[in-house]
């Protein structure tokens, strides 16, 4: 054993490792993305496969084909992930697995960077599936490793749910020293029972049924719930997940007494910890983030069983059921519970602080095509939709150039769409090279077959960056290492049956911008796909610098760019330190006071 | 034994490392420790916040408002976003310098600059503000902002570790080739603290 600094990502991938995981596959997406990189950066020298799959539902598909022939198999996504694998996952949960199948998906319960709040959990017992929620990143390697021993005896996928705080906090966590010897693969054996006609679904769905029952027995003992019993105290306090740590940090501060009970499986809710839990407290308290989970189950236990004890929660408007707990929240809702004063301090009113929102990089490449698609549109009504990715960035002043984001994929429909409605206004739709693959293909055919007037701009910058630069089909590596199997995005397109297809430099604004023109022109789908590397990604060019006797001090640079690294330090416009030397400023300069240094 | 340290600062400016190398300063003393960081949109220029406890026994990895013992701010307003994180008496070492964001290019927001200054001053704990850029200068590197905070912090009294302990931390996470850069970083946030 080591003790190691693992953030509970990393945690679940050597979990999986430990396990004897022998396929692992993912799409990335905050939070969830450091599980699949780290699986790929062990997978050669543990001989295990992984991979960046080209979104959810395939990432899924592959680790169901690797269950079926006996294999333990992962598939890792963030939330709303489970939405575009949720396809799979509901008939799945009916045709059921072999080798043991661990679905990882990350929760952003707040959110931080998601465009949803939803909760797993409740997505775990729609399709019948045990979900386990770990509170800490030595839970949640425990608890991936438990999860693929419960799939196999359920012979049900199994779904580990971490949240943010635990995705993205570090413990010191015990490592194995010894590599686990994978299983023998039994292999895939034919039988009716892989092939989902509706009369296998109708008996499937009984066993699946009787299967939940199976998995509530099995969590009846499970370390992963913990009952303590407050003898002093007629409080008692349920807990899920990362609100454990809250509750328990909230009571020390407080000094309050409870008994409280940890829940790590929250679907099935086990019984016994929850009845003895009712036989010792009048007052009952759950706390956990986003719906009542495991409320709901306690309140249907408390009903069958007759118990008179008063339960709070999300019920009684005590705990949100939007946003995040913290220690701060868990305790004034127990002061509020338990009739105590609530704790306060007085602060002095700090100054008022400038707005930080994020932006794109200095020399990013998207700053200039949005730039190049407004100049190519001004004059004319245009819409712009958007879609998910660094360039959602483009929806901030001074680029104003998203006017919709809605989910991956979804800029060219919503583009076609409003076209169908206002066909006398523009219509442009974005999307990232990684988006494009993962969900952008699908629209864009749609868009061509029913002739929607729209202009498809492919950003492309050869990573899918938001994320932490994974790569893509587009590229010429996997998640294992290089690969001469890239798919080219233009070659893409015309198959799709594109008339009109550019490929531009948006850092060369004369040349792209002429592009931009014609494509707008061009009746029909367009598409242009936009290419320049992610600066992130490479190195710096040379660096820039604004000279003070041609600068009329006009403020373009600044209002038309807003690029971090333009700033007034001293009054008139400079170009600072974190310059990436992309270029472009001086090209949208009317002066040409900006030059190479 | 129980200390909790909060570390703001702007997306890039190394904020994560600086709690890792805390928190492994820890666990080499056989403390239990927990991080907690931002990664994502957030990192792409915005406002960001790491949090490292360390102590004999935790639960969660975030800070209690008015509960952290040190804040270290990478820059200036954002140490000021994250005094509310800071216990009363608390210290704190920050940048005094400003990063100012596109907002306030584009004069959507503003930052007084003195302002945040006086009210940082005005906090009742051990308030240390140091020229973060020229130190960075002194030691040779841009980049070395986060090392030299950690430095500073190694002066302050009641560490579970010794300074050479952290500096130890802090080469563990650094590059064969920047390691000579860095020990000159972690000495030169010493040296500004005897000044301060
Ligand atoms: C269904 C779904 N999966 C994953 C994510 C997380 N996510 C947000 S943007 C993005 C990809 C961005 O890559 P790309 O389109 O290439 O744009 P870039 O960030 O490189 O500009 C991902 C994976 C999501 N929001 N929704
Ligand atoms: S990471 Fe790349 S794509 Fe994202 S903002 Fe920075 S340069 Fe642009």
Redesign the interface.
């Given at each position: 054993m080591t003790?190691k600094?693992l953030?509970g990502n990393e945690a679940i991938a050597y979990g999986a490792v430990e396990a004897g995981v022998q396929v692992a596959s993912a799409y990335p997406g905050?939070?969830s993305s450091e599980i699949l990189s780290t699986l790929a950066g062990l997978a050669l020298e543990k001989g295990f496969y992984a991979e960046w799959s080209v979104n959810e539902k395939v990432a899924l598909e592959v680790a169901a084909g690797a269950a079926y022939a006996g294999a333990r198999a992962l598939a890792a996504m963030k939330q709303v992930g489970l939405n575009v694998a949720s396809d799979p996952l509901m008939s799945l949960a009916y045709i059921g697995v072999k080798g043991g199948l661990v679905l990882v998906v990350a929760d952003d319960p707040g959110p931080?960077?998601s465009q949803t709040e939803q909760d797993t959990r409740l997505f775990a017992r729609f399709a019948k599936l045990p979900v386990l929620d770990p509170a800490?990143p030595r839970e949640a390697k425990e608890m991936t490793r438990y999860a693929f021993e419960l799939s196999e005896k359920l012979l049900l996928p199994v779904i580990l749910r971490p949240t943010t705080?635990t995705c993205?906090?570090?413990?010191?966590v015990e490592i194995q020293d010894t590599t686990a010897v994978p299983q023998p693969v039994s292999g895939f054996q034919r039988s009716p029972n892989w092939v989902i006609f509706p009369n296998l679904s109708a008996r499937k769905h009984v066993w699946l049924n009787g299967q939940q029952e199976v998995a509530r027995e099995s969590f009846e003992n499970s370390p992963f719930n913990q009952l303590t019993i407050n003898e002093q105290s007629d409080v008692g306090i349920i807990a899920c997940g990362?609100s454990?740590?809250?509750v328990?940090?909230a009571l020390q501060?407080t000094g309050l007494e409870a008994s409280v009970l940890k829940i790590g499986t929250p679907y099935p809710l086990p019984a016994g910890p929850v009845l003895q839990l009712l036989q010792h407290a009048k007052k009952i308290l759950v706390v956990e983030e986003q719906e009542p989970v495991v409320e709901d189950q306690v309140i249907a236990l408390a009903w069958k069983t007759r118990s008179t004890a008063q339960i709070s929660g999300k019920y009684d408007r005590l705990v949100a059921r939007e946003g995040e707990l913290?220690?701060?929240k868990v305790?004034a809702i127990l002061e509020n519970f338990c009739g105590r004063q609530p704790h306060s301090?007085e602060?002095?009113v700090?100054?008022?602080?400038?707005?930080?929102?994020?932006?794109?990089?200095a020399g990013c490449s998207h700053r200039a095509s949005f730039y190049i698609l407004k100049e190519a549109a001004r004059g004319k009504d245009t819409l712009f939709a958007g879609d998910i990715g660094?360039y959602t960035?483009g929806a901030m002043?001074?680029l104003n150039t998203t006017d919709t984001c809605l989910c991956m994929g979804a800029s060219v429909s919503i583009a076609a769409g409003l076209s169908r409605v206002e066909p006398h206004r523009q219509q442009v739709a974005f999307l990232g090279d990684s988006t494009f693959f993962h969900s952008g293909i699908p629209g864009l055919i749609n868009a061509v077959h029913n002739g929607a007037n729209i202009t498809l701009v492919i950003l492309d910058n050869s990573t899918t960056a938001?994320?932490?630069h994974q790569p893509h089909p587009g590229l010429n590596r996997t998640a294992m290492g290089p690969t001469d199997q890239s798919i080219n995005i233009a070659r893409m397109v015309e198959a799709c049956g594109v008339e009109f297809v550019r490929v531009a430099d948006p850092f060369d604004l004369k040349a792209a911008l002429q592009v931009a023109k014609d494509a707008l022109a061009f009746a029909g789908p367009a598409v242009v796909i936009m290419q320049r590397e992610c600066v992130a990604q490479i190195n710096k060019g040379r660096h820039r610098r604004i000279n003070p006797d041609l600068c009329t001090e006009c403020g373009a640079c600044?209002?038309e760019l807003?690029?971090?690294a333009?700033?007034?330090?001293a009054g008139q416009p400079e170009i600072l330190?974190n310059c990436f030397g992309c270029g472009f400023c001086n090209q949208v300069c009317p002066v040409g006071a900006i030059e190479e240094v | 034994m129980k200390l909790d340290i909060v570390i703001s600062g702007v997306g890039g400016q190394g904020s994560v490392l600086a709690s890792r190398v805390l928190a492994s300063a820890g666990m080499g003393l056989g403390l239990d420790v927990r991080t907690s960081e931002v990664i994502g949109m957030a990192q792409r220029e915005g406002s960001v916040t790491s949090q490292v406890r360390l102590g004999e026994k935790l639960y969660g990895a975030t800070i209690p408002d008015h509960e952290a013992d040190i804040l270290l701010g990478f820059e200036l307003a954002e140490t000021v976003r994250a005094v509310p994180k800071l216990k009363p008496g608390g210290a704190i070492i920050a940048s005094a310098s400003a990063i100012v964001p596109v907002s306030v290019q584009l004069g959507i927001s503003s930052y007084d600059q003195k302002a945040m200054q006086q009210y940082l001053r005005e906090q009742p704990g051990r308030v240390v503000l140091l020229d973060l850029e020229e130190l960075a200068k002194k030691a040779g590197h841009p980049k070395t902002g986060n090392v030299i905070i950690l430095g500073a912090l190694s002066t302050l009294p009641g560490l579970p570790f010794e300074p050479e302990q952290l500096l130890q931390a802090v080469l563990s996470y650094i590059p064969e080739k920047l390691q000579n850069t860095n020990k000159r970083a972690f000495e030169v946030g010493r040296q500004s603290m005897e000044v301060a």
């Open positions: 003790l600094l953030m905050t939070p931080h960077s800490t705080r993205h906090a570090c413990q010191d990362v454990y740590n809250y328990m940090e501060l913290n220690v701060n305790r301090i602060a002095a700090p100054p008022e602080l400038p707005l930080r929102t994020p932006v794109l990089c660094c960035l002043p001074p938001m994320t932490g600044i209002d807003g690029c971090p333009i700033g007034k330090p330190e | -």
